[in-house]
């Protein structure tokens, strides 16, 4: 079994390695590529992987390209995790949309618009290249926007499923609560990527006890803080909301936070240039504690399990970004939602959930007609589309804002934008 990670210079790539290693009986391989064209960057990368994969007696071979074709070829499966524009262009999508009191995100919102047009063709040619390789490879998407880049994967044929690491990270967390084995814990995870609600926790698989209310209860205030939401909201609902959620519940409060330190760019930058440094030690061989204030927690198991499904064939329950087929009946059958999927060598099927709630349900068409015009922009190009897209989103829909942010959007990505 051969893998490749396209962006494997990322100084993520250490976390996913070291899972690859432990995780070796769930997804056993031979090969892993890692490519990515910033050569520097991947030397420390690939030198680091080969020697977690030695101190961890894996047999598999590591090696390292800044060749896309050639790292791919043959792979059964290819892992996104790639980043157009780096931290730079990150550190823009959280700050100029501010200037018109609208949230600063990197998936979310202006910036989010931003980075779905920088990255939905270059993932979409990655992908082409792909096929031309190996039209058998499984594409796994991490890369954000998971839920718009997925749908112009799946639009356009390619074997993909989008992978976000919010539900395992819940799914980890609860279980700690609990005092039980995290796969003891399922979750009723729906929505759209970045805009999901648990709506229960069940133990011993889906038709397990509900003890959300039990958490609740017992661990509200730690829940709560964690989401970094109010209490008394999380009882209201009786659910626990993706913390992404808090764009949207309080947006003006954020807003007013955003404005008044470093952007999280900033913070990862400063991180990765601690960690690139730490990489570079011939001794380190094994991920450095550092690592976890990256972000990402839990992708590495997340990307195991979702794997091992596609390329084992065994038909496991894993939460995905997949086409709706009328999972969610209000939205179209193309859109791309988050929910529980059977996972096999045919790709992800979602199972059937419980009716989303009005509540719910009309945030979720919301943003799905958004996410519609985004990736038409991300595909066609043109002033007006960008436009289009921001005055649909819920957290902008404003003339004024929308053409100031379409115009400062497009002078920040220009390089990015073939038709700008």
Same mark, same amino acid.
């Given at each position: 079994?051969?893998?490749?990670?396209?962006?494997?210079?990322?100084?993520?790539?250490?976390?996913?390695?070291?899972?690859f290693a432990r995780l070796r009986d769930v997804l056993p391989m031979e090969e892993l590529v890692l490519v990515d064209p910033a050569a520097d960057r991947l030397e420390l990368?690939?030198?680091?992987?080969?020697?977690?994969?030695?101190?961890?007696?894996?047999?598999?071979?590591?090696?390292?390209?800044?060749?896309?074709?050639?790292?791919v070829d043959g792979a059964d499966a290819v892992l996104l995790q790639l980043r157009v524009g780096g931290q730079a262009a990150r550190d823009q999508d959280e700050t100029w949309p501010l200037e018109c009191g609208c949230v600063g995100q990197e998936t979310t919102g202006a910036g989010g618009l931003a980075k779905a047009l920088r990255t939905v063709p270059v993932v979409l040619d990655i992908a082409e290249r792909v096929r031309r390789r190996n039209p058998d490879a499984w594409i796994v998407d991490?890369?954000?926007?998971?839920?718009?880049?997925?749908?112009?994967?799946?639009?356009?044929?390619?074997?993909?499923?989008?992978?976000?690491?919010?539900a395992i990270g819940f799914q980890r967390k609860?279980?700690?609560?609990?005092?039980?084995a995290p796969d003891e814990v399922s979750l009723d995870h729906v929505g759209l990527n970045h805009l999901t609600w648990e709506r229960a926790v069940r133990l011993g698989g889906p038709g397990g006890e509900d003890v959300l209310p039990k958490l609740l209860a017992e661990h509200g205030d730690a829940i709560a803080d964690d989401l970094r939401m109010p209490r008394a909201l999380i009882d209201r609902l009786?659910?626990?909301?993706?913390?992404?959620?808090?764009?949207? +519940?309080?947006?003006? *409060?954020?807003?007013?936070? =955003? &404005?008044t330190k470093p952007s999280r760019a900033a913070e990862v930058a400063a991180i990765e240039r601690r960690l690139l440094e730490m990489y570079a030690d011939p001794?380190?061989?094994?991920?450095?504690?550092?690592?976890?204030?990256?972000?990402?927690?839990?992708?590495?198991e997340a990307a195991v399990d979702l794997t091992s499904s596609l390329l084992r064939?065994?038909?496991?329950?894993?939460?995905?970004?997949?086409?709706?087929?009328?999972?969610?009946?209000?939205?179209?059958?193309?859109?791309?939602?988050?929910?529980?999927?059977?996972?096999?060598?045919?790709?992800?099927?979602?199972?059937?959930?419980?009716?989303?709630?009005?509540?719910?349900?009309?945030?979720?068409?919301?943003?799905?007609? +958004?996410?519609?015009? *985004?990736?038409?922009?991300? =595909? &066609?190009g043109g002033r007006e589309r960008v436009f289009d897209a921001l005055l649909a989103h819920p957290l902008i829909g404003q003339i004024e804002y929308a053409e100031k942010l379409t115009d400062t959007l497009i002078a920040h990505n220009r390089e990015h934008l073939a038709w700008a």
């Open positions: 079994m051969k893998l490749a990670v396209v962006g494997g210079g990322s100084t993520y790539t250490p976390e996913l390695v070291d899972g990368v690939g030198g680091l992987a080969r020697r977690i994969f030695a101190r961890q007696d894996h047999p598999g071979r590591i090696s390292w390209t800044d060749d896309l074709d050639a790292g991490f890369t954000n926007p998971v839920g718009i880049v997925t749908r112009a994967l799946l639009t356009a044929g390619h074997r993909a499923v989008g992978l976000c690491n919010v609860f279980a700690k609560l609990l005092g039980v009786g659910v626990v909301p993706s913390y992404y959620l808090r764009y949207f +519940y309080q947006h003006d *409060a954020v807003v007013r936070e =955003l &404005k001794t380190l061989d094994e991920k450095p504690e550092l690592l976890g204030k990256r972000g990402g927690a839990f992708y590495s064939d065994t038909g496991e329950v894993r939460i995905v970004n997949t086409f709706n087929r009328g999972t969610l009946p209000f939205l179209p059958d193309d859109a791309v939602i988050e929910v529980p999927a059977a996972v096999d060598a045919r790709g992800a099927s979602p199972l059937p959930v419980t009716p989303l709630e009005p509540l719910y349900a009309g945030l979720v068409a919301h943003v799905t007609a +958004y996410e519609d015009l *985004a990736l038409e922009a991300a =595909l &066609k």
